[in-house]
């Protein structure tokens, strides 16, 4: 029971997934201030609630406490004042998109309640995320959410594949979610990318950076839109090839043809081995190296012959003949199925 102490009355309240402590002081019957003490919500407890209230949530899980401390004072049915909340080492998951975010920590100060709103420059931190099986660490986002039910994110960066990724400021309505933003890729690393590449890489060294833009919207999902990558010449970039006899050899002479064209037949008397034939069947099976001077990968999803270019300029390390391989490789299809899939390569070598 609560116990009244003159206009002060301390109260507790405990229930499934609930703890709360606090005082009200009461100026007249329907006005007075408020203080929580201390308050405890469990996520899974209350996370149901939350996807009643914003659909858009609808199949995540959670695990974790949050931390509430407050004041503020009322009038008849109007709360006002700020209510702090806090949580460390959460865990949320989405089943279905495969989606896993551990050391989840959450600090906001809500400062509206009838609709709730929060002060500017909230902060959500996460230790780890895992989409599909690509490691995202580190992530870091600042946000306020107004009264029109539209959180504001004005800076967003998380580590992925030994590089970093920041995202442009965006608006999303958390009751007809969808979002537009601009992604910014930093010093991404090929080695750790190169899981995802096509089997006809067996290595890859370097770093590149770009920018791709994004939106997100239910059902569609995710959907890339257009973009670059460039090669970061500040780090020394490389490639090597899975063993592919042919990939390039067949598409080279084996032996070169010294006379006119104007002579006709006469012009297959005289005929020489093609001396780049060895280097290149060398860097089709892998055996040579690479040295990258060059990459530039373009996205266009509104292309009719292809979603995303990439352009490979490259140089055996030692070579008498070989001056530099070229790789244009096109894709074709949804740009969320650029890697791996639907690859039309041309090549091109110069050799002096």
Do not use: C
């Not at 920590?105 to 509206?112: F, Q, R, Y």
């Not at 839109?225 to 042919?246: H, I, N």
């Amino acid at each position: 029971m609560p116990e009244a102490d003159g206009t002060q009355m301390n109260f507790a309240v405990e229930g499934a997934g609930t703890q709360a402590r606090g005082t009200l002081q009461f100026s007249t019957l329907e006005a007075g201030r408020w203080t929580l003490s201390e308050g405890q919500l469990d996520l899974a407890a209350w996370l149901p609630a939350v996807q009643k209230r914003f659909p858009a949530l609808a199949g995540l899980a959670a695990q974790g406490t949050i931390t509430l401390t407050g004041e503020g004072d009322w009038t008849g049915a109007n709360p006002r004042g700020r209510l702090r909340l806090s949580l460390s080492d959460g865990r949320i998951t989405q089943a279905a998109q495969d989606i896993e975010a551990e050391g989840v920590e959450l600090s906001v100060e809500v400062n509206g309640f009838s609709p709730v709103t929060t002060a500017e420059a909230q902060v959500l931190k996460v230790r780890t995320v895992r989409v599909a099986g690509v490691v995202l660490s580190d992530l870091r986002a600042v946000f306020s959410l107004n009264a029109a039910g539209e959180i504001s994110v004005s800076e967003a960066t998380v580590a992925l594949l030994d590089g970093r990724v920041s995202v442009a400021p965006f608006v999303v309505n958390l009751i007809a979610p969808k979002v537009a933003t601009v992604v910014r890729i930093e010093r991404l690393s090929l080695q750790e990318l190169a899981p995802y590449l096509p089997h006809a890489v067996a290595s890859v060294q370097g770093r590149v950076s770009g920018s791709l833009s994004l939106t997100w919207a239910e059902p569609a999902g995710l959907t890339p839109g257009r973009g670059a990558l460039k090669l970061d010449l500040a780090e020394p970039a490389s490639v090597r090839l899975a063993p592919s006899p042919g990939f390039i050899t067949s598409r080279v002479p084996e032996r070169i043809e010294f006379l006119p064209e104007k002579l006709g037949p006469l012009r297959h008397w005289i005929t020489g081995n093609n001396p780049a034939l060895a280097t290149l069947r060398a860097i089709e099976l892998g055996r040579t190296l690479l040295l990258v001077d060059s990459l530039a990968v373009d996205f266009d999803p509104e292309a009719v012959e292809r979603t995303a270019a990439v352009h490979v300029t490259a140089r055996p390390p030692v070579s008498d003949v070989v001056k530099e391989v070229k790789f244009d490789i096109n894709v074709n299809g949804p740009l969320t199925d650029v890697i791996g899939l639907g690859l039309k390569k041309k090549l091109s070598v110069s050799a002096h």
